[in-house]
């Protein structure tokens, strides 16, 4: 008989091994932030409602030129201001029960976040729904950010999700109403100008965001 | 005398040969695009113009087919009709005489449901459904000036497709007159409208390569 103490025993529920590769992921299964965070690989996935998506692996060069003209203004006008902007990556955290990483099933990384609540941060990133959320579009599929995040986000409560396109030079904005349900607003272009109420004195001109 | 041809009255202007003899800080109306006899082709919004695209692009083509063939189909045997760019629509503040109509607009889908807005010419007055398909790069022309001239005329839904991010949103007039945005839809999504009953545009289909 061997000497049963060098044998690893099988891990329990709370100590659940890494995983090292995207190969191991199972993109029918349902996973938490708990799971979320044994994932080692380099690829970037995003929880939503327990399903995962992948990130584009590099965002193309307009996209971040953008990200920055909207993230700089955002930095600027919070200056000495209780909110703080964050851009991705960033996890965040959207629980729906409790907030204990194995019941969290939505973990997004959305290209600009800004948060006016302090207790919602923490070393990770955010818990909790962001006050603006800010998603610019890559060319083709956008099923993930006007179905399935318009959804996680509205429920959550954010305030203000942002909907930038690039290569029209579109800006569209979700309201969150007094009853909770995201109201669209006008579809926005160059000559125009963003202003919010989360921000004040805070002004976004679209020319600036979208020129050559 | 008699051979020298006099400068024409305020009822016979001349004709307007090439781009290069318009002034584009000047106002025109529809009675002055009628004149225009060059290739190239102009919008005018309240007066001012406003150059198009020389030729849309191969996957605008194809957006603006997957859209019409549905519509056309579902509207057999109905009043309503629909026409494709190039197609003059005129909206009119006062009188519909010509020279008093200054927006002419050459949108790229229009349904409309009042025969009477139908004559040789094009379309006077304000279609149901205007379908404009953006372009990569500006898109002031689409989203700000005919924006304001498609609500103030009475276009009942404005809807604007972006290609590139393939999306589909749609601005649907209200009973005080006024446009209302709605959800920003995409691939996976189904549009239908009150105002052809039986249209189901499936959006995967619209965008498909």
């Not at 800004?114 to 579009?137: F, N």
């Amino acid at each position: 008989m061997p000497n049963m103490k060098n044998i690893k025993p099988y891990p329990t529920e709370e100590e659940q091994p890494p995983i090292k590769t995207l190969n191991e992921v199972d993109f029918s299964a349902t996973y938490s932030y708990a799971d979320y965070m044994r994932f080692e690989f380099e690829e970037r996935l995003e929880l939503i409602k327990g399903y995962i998506f992948k990130m584009s692996p590099a965002p193309s060069r307009i996209h971040q030129k953008i990200s920055g003209r909207i993230y700089v203004p955002i930095y600027n006008a919070l200056n000495g201001h209780k909110c703080e902007v964050y851009s991705a990556p960033f996890d965040v955290r959207l629980a729906k029960k409790t907030q204990e990483d194995k019941e969290v099933f939505t973990v997004v990384q959305p290209d600009i976040v800004v948060v006016c609540d302090q207790t919602k941060l923490d070393k990770r990133g955010c818990i909790g729904a962001p006050d603006i959320v800010v998603e610019i579009l890559s060319p083709g599929n956008n099923k993930k950010e006007l179905i399935n995040k318009y959804e996680v986000y509205e429920e959550a409560g954010v305030k203000e999700y942002w909907i930038v396109s690039p290569s029209e030079k579109t800006f569209f904005r979700y309201i969150l109403d007094g009853n909770g349900k995201f109201q669209p607003t006008k579809l926005l272009t160059e000559g125009e100008v963003v202003t919010t109420t989360i921000i004040p004195g805070f002004k976004l001109v679209l020319e600036e965001v979208f020129k050559d």
